[in-house]
């Protein structure tokens, strides 16, 4: 893989120079409509960077096994964990959000992607608010809508993330058609390329659904997605039920649980199914300048087929959350795995110079701070 931050800097440097105003003869067609709508796009963004040790001390400097580790990746060093800058502008009727970044991220969750075009790619989306019902219309790259968790540390109870948050897409490309269904609930559809995939690995489609209630003290969703996700194979479908629930106890505070299901077809074997729940336990304080986090969880993927391995896996995590200013979120974490297969990295490698994974635990401790603009 070549370096992520010189091409990052090299695309960012492209953005600014698109973005910035440039003498010309005739109006550009952007500036021509945010003259005539009043409206001008807002800049935003932020930088990620975490120091994280390992206690198993990996070989290769790596705490977690291929397919996960989207947060606190390299052992004893300090990484740059995500920087994003994103440009947008709300729907009224017609809007954009483009977002674009380089880190240890960006390198885990495009692994998959056949196209190395999209390595630096968070967002790049066009909405459109249609009629007074406020039916929205999205297309392009945007967040997955399943999961508790997302990509960004700095919306996440915790800094790592669970493994079911590894084990389900972050991001997606299509289309997606959200609208409400009274006060307090709403849903949405989306048809997808794949499961986090920009470029399509076959010509079979996912179909993406959402509904979620917003209660005074009670939120909830329960969504999924079906479609063939495997190289080559339009037949053969994955399947993902998934139900999250957060609720807000009192002003201090908060609980939510998530619970999820899947399954997928093979061709020559039975179908394979996989399962994840978590409990997440937060108390915050001060106005929100100070909190504290607890997550147990269990992620049950006793075929293989979706982490590579056979294993059940069980995690803890304690974190603790300061914001002295109002653009800076410092977290400090301990975390705790445990698999039933020994898929963690040890200190030592083989003959080969390949890293020996034997070990079926491991345990990490991790500052991560975030500043944003």
Known sequence: MQPAIPRALVALAVAAAHAAPVPATDTPPAAEAAATTGRRPAVSGFVDLVYAYGFNRPADAEHW????????????????????????????????????????????????????????????????????????????????????????????????????????????????????????????????????????????KTLGWKFAFAGDRIDASFNGLAGPERPDDDRDRRILLDSVMVWRIDPAWS??????????????????????????????????????????????????????????????????????????ILKAEGRYDRSSAPVFAADERDASGAVIRDRRDQAIVLVGAVATF
């Open 65 to 204: 096994f291929p397919g996960v580790g989207t947060a606190a990746q390299r052992d004893d060093e300090l990484s740059v964990n995500l920087a994003q800058v994103d440009v947008a502008m709300p729907p009224a009727p017609v809007g954009f959000h483009i977002a674009a970044g380089f880190g240890t991220a960006l390198d885990v969750v495009h692994a998959s992607e056949p196209d190395d075009a999209w390595d630096h790619l968070v967002q790049a989306s066009m909405q459109v608010r249609a009629g007074d019902r406020g039916v929205l219309v999205e297309a392009g790259v945007y967040p997955s809508h399943v999961g508790f968790e997302t990509l960004a540390t700095r919306d996440n109870w915790n800094y790592t993330r669970s493994f079911m948050g590894e084990f389900s897409p972050y991001y997606q490309a299509g289309v997606r058609v959200a609208f409400p269904l009274g006060e307090r609930w709403s849903s949405e559809v989306h048809l997808l390329n794949g499961w986090q995939l920009i470029t399509d690995n076959n010509r079979g």
């Open 255 to 328: 609980a939510a649980a998530t619970l999820d299901v899947a399954g997928e077809e093979r061709p020559e074997d039975a179908a394979a199914r996989w399962w994840g729940a978590a409990i997440y336990v937060r108390r915050a304080g001060d106005g929100g300048r100070y909190a504290g986090t607890l997550r147990v969880e269990r992620f049950d993927d006793s075929e293989g087929a979706i982490s590579g391995t056979a294993q059940r896996l069980d995690s803890a995590t304690a974190t603790l959350e300061m914001r002295p200013f109002p653009n800076l």
